[in-house]
């Protein structure tokens, strides 16, 4: 029941949206028809691209990681005396976010908060889940009637989130024998340009997504020169592209950009922060602690991968505030949104038209349109 006393309040529900991953062999074909619906891809083409997946059991890191994360934010909601419940639902994979719906409904809740494991602006990272929960909604049917269903602003530039990073910068970099001439390689996921192109809401801002990232790296870069007193260089790259090869997607790759780092000279070590990922999903895992440091030993570069958020404190301190900032918006009050990137602020509720899907026009939750 809905308790106007909670610090939550008029949130009764908190769910947590996530991409999703396969936990055995057999999930592997499964969850890639589903990541790649609508796209035509034949199975034998899935078992190629799942390669990363069987070599490692057919499990993904993912679920697992949102396992520890639901407990520590439970348990960081229970230590500020909030008894809201605390739900999960996916993407791709078991728990699907219809049975969150249904769990959300049959604990009594009217209205839910959603909080993204993706803190960035475009569309795989932002509208893509808002479709999601429209068409959970969808599935769910009368019994959803009345549900509303809210999400968190893209927050990779909460202070909760930068001083996570910020920390296990430092402690990467104090690590080295020579941080000096080392020099910090940002990752994200590698997106086609045209979904860059189109990130944001749509009146002429575009780019959003690198231009986040290229803002909090910047950010990062200041803040843990002027910790360690060093004047270190810090650039954004990417990581995991795939689409068809003709499609042009974001770039410099990692694996090239520390190719050429290490034929330029005068870079001591690659420091890989892979601010793009709130924890050690495959994508850090494989391609980076595994592909690209494998690259960075062919052309003898010293390699540091640095810890993702995952479970810090920090971090998870930083997502309940954030959900405390939401509930306040959502009460009326007056907000100033706590951020360390300030003027790129987005909003909670998406603006029409915002990091649209080019591929069709789908309903979406959690936005003006
Ligand atoms: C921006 C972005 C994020 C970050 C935001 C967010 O977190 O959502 C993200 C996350 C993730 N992506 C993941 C996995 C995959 N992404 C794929 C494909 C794609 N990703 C794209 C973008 C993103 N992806 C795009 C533009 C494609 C092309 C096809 C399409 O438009 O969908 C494919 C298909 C195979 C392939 O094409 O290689 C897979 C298997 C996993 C799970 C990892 C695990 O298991 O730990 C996670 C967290
Ligand atoms: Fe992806």
């Not at 494998?294 to 052309?299: F, H, L």
């Amino acid at each position: 029941m809905p308790d106007s006393a909670s610090p939550l309040a008029p949130y009764d529900a908190v769910l947590l949206v996530s991409f999703g991953g396969p936990e055995a062999p057999e999930e592997v074909v499964p969850f890639l028809r589903r990541v790649t619906a609508g796209r035509d891809i034949p199975d034998s083409r899935l078992e190629e691209v799942g390669e990363h997946y069987f070599a490692r059991g057919g499990r993904s890191p993912i679920n697992d990681l949102n396992r520890d994360l639901l407990a520590r934010l439970r348990a960081e909601l229970d230590r500020r005396e909030i008894s809201t419940p605390l739900l999960w639902g996916n993407r791709n994979s078991e728990p699907f976010l219809a049975g969150a719906v249904h769990e959300a409904l049959d604990q009594g809740a009217s209205r839910v908060l959603t909080l993204v494991t993706s803190a960035y602006s475009c569309y795989s990272s932002c509208r893509q889940y808002r479709e999601d929960l429209a068409a959970a909604v969808d599935d769910v049917g009368p019994a959803a009637d009345g549900l509303v269903i809210d999400k968190v602003r893209p927050y990779f530039g909460h202070p909760g989130v930068g001083r996570a990073w910020r920390r296990a910068l430092v402690e990467a970099l104090s690590a080295l024998p020579d941080p000096t001439s080392a020099r910090i390689l940002y990752v994200t996921h590698s997106i086609p340009t045209a979904m860059d192109d189109t990130s944001g809401p749509g009146d002429g801002e575009g780019n959003l997504y690198v231009d986040q990232h290229v803002r909090l790296g910047r950010r990062l870069t200041d803040e843990v020169n002027a910790d360690l007193g060093l004047a270190v260089e810090g650039e954004l790259v990417f990581c995991s592209r795939s689409g068809r090869p003709g499609q042009p997607w974001l770039e410099p790759d990692v694996n090239d950009r520390i190719e050429e780092l290490a034929a330029e000279g005068g870079v001591s070590a690659v420091v890989v922060a892979p601010i793009g990922f709130v924890s050690d999903h495959m994508e850090v895992v494989h391609d980076l602690d595994t592909e690209a440091a494998e690259t960075a030993q062919k052309v003898g570069m010293p390699f540091v991968r640095v810890a993702t958020p995952g479970t810090d404190d920090l971090f998870v301190e930083g997502m309940v505030d954030l959900l405390l900032e939401r509930a306040a918006q959502a009460r009326g009050e007056v907000v100033l949104p706590e951020t360390w990137v300030p003027g790129d602020v987005r909003p909670s509720v998406c603006d029409p038209g915002c990091c649209p899907n080019l591929r069709a026009v789908k309903p979406a939750l959690c936005g003006s349109d």
